[in-house]
């Protein structure tokens, strides 16, 4: 049980990276999520540019950990511990964007935590890969 909470459901993949092995219904929760999280990035960053602190605010928090309330734990188990460091990590950031657009922080400064967060989405994707199932699941 600790090994697999630490291991998760991985395969080596054809690219060097891990594959993650997730059922169908896992892997389009997962896929979804992601482009909810450049929908994100995009909003923020538009939000900042406009000097929006309300928008980044709410958008951010949005995206912080809030949004793992609805994640199955099942699905939890099967990602390696250091994919969800990277995601919780990456939730973490938004909330410490939400928390400092709050406080009123200069939106350049907080530009600089959003390309920040920017690394983890990238640190996440040179690792990690989402193989498509062969037979639906
Ligand atoms: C914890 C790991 C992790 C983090 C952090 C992460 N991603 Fe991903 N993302 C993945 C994996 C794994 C895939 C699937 C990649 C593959 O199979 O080649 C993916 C796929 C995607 C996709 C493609 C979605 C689709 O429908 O195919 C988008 C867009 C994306 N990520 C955006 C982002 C953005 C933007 C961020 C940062 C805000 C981010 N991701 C952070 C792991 C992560």
Redesign the pocket.
Request: aromatic share 6%; charged share 15%.
């Given at each position: 049980m600790a090994y697999k909470f630490t291991k998760g459901s991985v395969a080596a993949s054809t690219d060097g990276?891990i594959n993650?092995i997730l059922n169908k219904n896992e892997r389009d929760l997962?896929?979804?999520e992601?482009?909810q999280?450049?929908i994100?990035?995009q909003a923020v960053s538009s939000a900042l540019t406009n000097k929006d602190l309300k928008s980044v605010e709410k958008i951010a928090h949005e995206?912080g950990m809030a949004a793992e309330a609805n994640t199955p734990g099942a699905l939890f188990q099967k990602?390696p511990l250091g994919?969800?460091k990277?995601?919780f990590?990456?939730r973490g950031l938004f909330d410490d964007i939400s928390a400092a657009a709050k406080e009123g922080k200069e939106p350049l400064e907080i530009r600089k935590q959003l390309d920040a967060?920017?690394n983890?989405?990238i640190?996440?994707?040179a690792?990690?890969?989402?193989?498509e199932p062969v037979v639906a699941n």
């Open positions: 990276r993650v997962v896929l979804d992601m482009r999280f450049l994100s990035v995206a990602l994919m969800k990277l995601g990590g990456t967060l920017m983890n989405c640190a996440c994707h690792t990690y890969r989402l193989p």
